[in-house]
């Protein structure tokens, strides 16, 4: 191992995850950070990074502006394997140029013979060149001060994410399918985080209860909102968080935290109340820690949150949830197989959500688990069923149709293509597997003019009904009946940004 360096500017961070890393990947190793507006790159050494990988591409001595677009910087601090050590005397055989003898030309020159990996500091270099003992102990009191400062001082950070609906196509997320979904602004989930002396996850008062008047009281709230329904999101995102840092050569910083949550979002009715929690907590982390879309690019952040629910907390969804509540907005989704293969995500594009019509939305007020909708389609599909085969192709076509009903504002055509989604999904999924309440819903809507299919896996039922009389007596028949009943309200990010 090869360590020398510039003065660190910033927090601390675990020397022990640079060492881990370096044994992780078997490979060279060498520290980056990314460069603040103020700094030049003529000044350091430039890597170019392969993110899924981690791997080193390219490295450039002190470049200028215009040889990269890259600004990740890595200074005179590199971990290099016992073979790579005796390259040393290779290179200075081969430039007996003192000048081409730096070790930034020696790590451009190792990058193309051997592989060299790149771990991202939570930091900043300053003291370049000729210091003295005097200037580091300055810096050093300078930062004790700075860090105590920051702690005492710390501003909470907080996120939110909204609930959202599955306009069309769902739920061929799963099946390599086609889909569009869109934000709505009436439920969210809101996560801050607050720098802290130790890492604190705060049970919420409602959702996360561990007092109780009674037993009756406790069958209750369990039967309805689960065991920890929120405290576990928090958990699960912060290891997996910190996992995902281990395994992608990124040392977080030295400090702890404190994580409190929200929401409003109605639970188990397919609105997505899970992964927005999960969402805001992953965007506080990141911001926390200093992260960008270089060390978690946008198209991956949703697989980071379905990894969360499905691996650590055997949630059965799909990606369409998590692609909307990270892009936000109106967005068209194309998980075409080919393309998941490819590049592990699909392809993801934003559209204009002021083009959607006035919509009205129901759900249960007293909900079942709504991950039991998925009956045997799943198991149908692997084994290739034709039916099931032709209904995700089916879901796919009315996609396509529908994105360009949106764009053209042609509000009847897109009526009619979301009853002939729910009514494909209906025809393979069957009857019980929907369950009475759902199909109610979407009967009531439809016995008043309106279309009317679910917002996702089951319990909630969304539509368009132009008609503001029929509206109102389906409204009054929604709510004789036991079901809550809402404007829906769309969530523009640039209009609320």
Known sequence: MVVAGDMLFGHNFDIGQVCNYFKLKKGDLAIYYELPESESTEQRGIVEIDVPTGRITKFIEKPQSHETTSRLASPVFYCLQRDSLK????YTDQHTN??????????AWLVTKRTVYGMKLPTRFQLIGQVTLADYEKWISWFKQKQLQSTEQASPITFRIYARIGLMGNPSDGFFGKTISFSIANFWAEV??????KLKLIPHPLNDPTEFGSLSDLYGVSRKEGYLGGLRLLQATCKQ???????HGIALARKNFTLTYDTNIPRQVGLAGSSAIITSTLKCL????NLS???????????????????ELYIQAGLQDRVIQVYEGLVCMDFDRETMEKQKHGTYERLNPCKLPPLWLAYLSDPSDSGKMHSTVKERWIKGDQEVLDAMKQFANLTDQSRTAIEEQNFKQLSTLINKNFDTRRRIYGDQALGEDNLEMVEIARAHGSCGKFAGSGGAVFGICSDADKKLEMKKVFQQK???????QVYSPVQQK
């Open 482 to 488: 036991g079901y809550v009943f809402c404007d829906v």
């Open 87 to 90: 390259l040393v005397s290779e």
């Open 98 to 107: 003192k000048t081409k003898r730096a070790l930034g030309m020696f790590m």
């Open 293 to 311: 879309e270089i060390d978690m690019p946008l198209p991956l952040q949703p697989n980071f949150v379905l990894g969360v629910e499905t691996t």
């Open 192 to 197: 801050t985080i607050v720098e802290s002396s």
């Open 286 to 289: 990141m911001k926390f820690y």
């Open 241 to 247: 968080f910190y996992q995902y840092c281990a395994e």
